[in-house]
């Protein structure tokens, strides 16, 4: 019964080492989704629902039920594997990630869903630009500069697939109205691209806990690593 930690865009396993470190627990795995610092499999397309697959055959290949986590879109990922496959999941926690018919797409990503100016942007997007613009959200920059090193093309082109694929995602994928399994929902209060008002309805709708960060932007595992492992070690232990 592993932990599984699942990570967003642009993003790799990495965003977990923080918080793995301040585990007791040594059953955690935190794959990187394919196209993301790890090689695509052939055939693989890069849409939502390819990455849906992926995240149920590795949870099932892991030995379910799992304590199965995720931030950005790898809590919408979690969302979608929690509704379609219950039998999967022991516990589930999520953060920053929205499957919610209220919500509309922050700029970058609708940037990133128009042809053209996704590819543009994407060309923009060199080291010093996306390290300068993860410093400016609270990351330090040893780390910032060390995620920014990993968004290379093969990435870029994977996250644009991948918004393409989801420009109406809540309309494709129901939002979680209900789970047999505990859930915890995790936020930056001072998140840019989805509000806290968005974790604490999923977290309504399913009776989870909701967990707000002050003085936190997005990216809550790096920023608040030993308080996410708190959370959820006593989470699990529920």
Same mark, same amino acid.
């Given at each position: ?35 993301f610092a790890t090689p695509l499999p052939n ?20 030995? #379910? ?9 790898? /809590?919408?990922? $979690?969302? =979608?594997? +929690?509704?379609? @496959?219950? %039998? ?40 010093? #630009? ?9 990351? /330090?920059?040893? $780390?910032? =500069?060390? +995620?920014?090193? @990993?968004? %290379? ?38 998140d840019p691209y989805v509000g806290p008002e ?41």
């Amino acid at each position: 019964m592993p932990a599984f930690l699942v990570h967003g865009v642009p993003d790799t396993t990495h965003l977990w080492d923080d918080v793995r470190a301040h585990l007791r627990r040594t059953d955690v795995l935190a794959p990187s989704m394919p196209g993301f610092a790890t090689p695509l499999p052939n055939g693989f397309d890069c849409t939502k629902d390819a990455y849906a697959s992926w995240l149920v055959a590795r949870v099932e290949e892991a030995g #379910a039920p799992v304590d199965i986590v995720g931030h950005d879109w790898g /809590a919408m990922l $979690v969302q =979608r594997l +929690v509704s379609q @496959r219950p %039998d999967l999941v022991r516990t589930w926690a999520v953060g920053s990630g929205p499957l919610d018919t209220e919500y509309e797409w922050h700029p970058t990503a609708k940037t990133w869903q128009t042809p053209g100016a996704g590819e543009q942007l994407m060309t923009a997007l060199t080291l010093d #630009a996306v390290a300068g613009g993860w410093k400016a959200q609270g990351l /330090a920059d040893e $780390v910032a =500069r060390s +995620v920014a090193s @990993r968004l %290379d093309d093969r990435m870029k082109s994977s996250i644009l697939t991948l918004y393409r694929s989801a420009t109406r995602v809540a309309d494709d994928w129901p939002p979680l109205t209900s789970s047999p399994a505990p859930g915890l929902v995790i936020w930056g209060n001072d998140d840019p691209y989805v509000g806290p008002e968005f974790g604490r309805r999923l977290a309504e709708r399913t009776g989870a806990t909701f967990v707000g960060f002050e003085g936190c932007g997005h990216w809550w595992p790096y920023q608040r690593a030993a308080d996410v492992a708190a959370l959820l070690e006593e989470h699990w232990a529920r």
